[in-house]
């Protein structure tokens, strides 16, 4: 792992200031008094206070879904495991690599080379390049835990125990300040009783996680989603940029982690029956019962954990059809519509572009190649009135449009360059698709690589809709950064569809049948990707 100085400082700095400060007060005028909180009698104490059924519901289906959703997002970046403040991604100015590899410069090294492995224990599902299934369960888990907490904070408004957690005066800063000064300087402070009332530091600890970090991870998402920034460029200048956001993201989950192991070790320092009475069972007592039962319940989560890894492997098709089946629906109202209108100008584009596939090593393509692709014709077939080879020359015949756009990776990276080439509504227009033709499929000179072996298995290709194939982004390019289209980033000819992740954009084009539905190609699943590594159907997040 490594990590910039001056990224370091920013972090660390502030918590350590504070903790010096603590110490500094404690030594020069002692601990600062704070205010106890007895245990009260139900009959004397003020309302709300203990946690209701509800509450110790959400906290627990909370907990299952942050669990899935850490393993499954820590299994996405390993996919690109380098964090960046620019959206360019050029390799060097990451400011943290989690990864000891440095990117050769002596030959050529896809993303895909850069992508690392974790453990099962704890990536989900771990092991092999697997990020089409990790999305799978990141989104899966977000869908729930979204509407877990929307449930929450709902509740929490319905019965007034937000007053438990919304400070209400300023006066909580000194007082949660007092409580803090006790625990850097490794002091407990007068105990409270959590069950009727919680301490400063709590509150706003509390408020923090809940109205600030979790709202945070739900709006930095959508700063990655290619449709969503495409069409809405206001959104990822927000906090600056996709890797910004995509930073931001990795921030707030170390966040939720470090809270959640302070958040265990004061449960445990601090009474641990009682406390588990409290969060399991609702009752303010030493009984065992209610840790018991907590201890029961991780183990539930555990074996839950256990399960999605042994369906990810074991199952994948069917994790993917439940992805399919609930979260589709959900991105496809959400993001499907949007028609992609974002650009940049000249000076916006990256001077590194990361290349990524598999280098066609067909007869066929390298004949091409040899002879700078002058023989090259474009198969155009299928569902359509009329079926047409096109030559590089026929394609700039038929109408040219140039962009300078932002690339989204699945893995994680991005990059701004230039692509010229043919609008596809104007290729639909001269073959006139039938009225059945709900699909292009693009086929590939290229291999894909088989999900199990990480070997090349068979040509890659995949689809799009004719409505996404009408939008005036959409691009046969044969162009990219004002120069002839290159070998590695897909000449002759490759796809641009600009609110989608790059493996739909198939680069090495050799043909495009037109369908009239995907489930007749191949496996059916939509692509080489979707058939061969369980990616989702859908793409524009």
Known sequence: MRIRLKTLLVLVAPPLLLVAAAYIQWGTVGLPPVSSSPTLAPEAAVQPYGFPAWLRITHYVNFLFLVLLIRSGLQILADHPRLYWNVHCTPGTEWLRLTSVEVPKDRVWTSKDDSRYLSPWIGLPGDRHTVGMARHWHFLSVLFWVGNGLAFVVLLFATGQWQRLVPTSWQIVPDAWAVFVHYATFHLPPESSGFFHYDALQQLAYFGVVFVLAPLAMLTGPSMSPAFTARFTWYPKLPG???????????????????????????????????????????????????????????????????????????????????????????????????????????????FFWPNGKMPTCDEWRTLAAGDFKGYRLKVYGLVENPVELSLDDLRALGQKSQITLHHCIQGWSGIAEWGGLPLAELLKLVRPGPNARALVFYSFGEGVEFNTGVAGGQYYDSLSIKNALNPQTLLAYEMNYQPLNHLHGAP????????????????????????????????????????EYFGELANI
């Open 241 to 351: 940029n996709r890797q910004i956001g995509r930073s931001l993201h990795f921030l707030v989950m170390f966040a939720f982690v470090v809270f959640t192991m302070g958040h265990v070790a004061m449960v445990v320092l601090t009474g641990f029956a009682r406390n588990m009475n409290h969060i399991v069972i609702g009752t303010d007592d030493a009984n065992p019962i209610g840790l018991y039962l907590g201890l029961l319940g991780i183990g539930g989560v555990a074996l839950l954990n256990v399960f999605a890894n042994w369906a990810a492997w074991r199952h994948p098709r069917a994790i993917q059809h439940a992805a399919k089946a609930i979260v589709s629906p959900v991105m496809g109202f959400l993001l499907d519509r949007p028609v992609p209108v974002a650009e940049f100008g000249r000076e916006d584009i990256s001077p």
């Open 493 to 532: 000819l490759r796809l641009r569809v600009e609110n989608q992740l790059g493996f739909k954009m198939v680069k090495w084009i050799q043909s495009i049948e037109f369908a009239e539905d995907v489930r007749s190609i191949n496996q059916g699943e939509g692509g080489y990707a979707e058939d061969h």
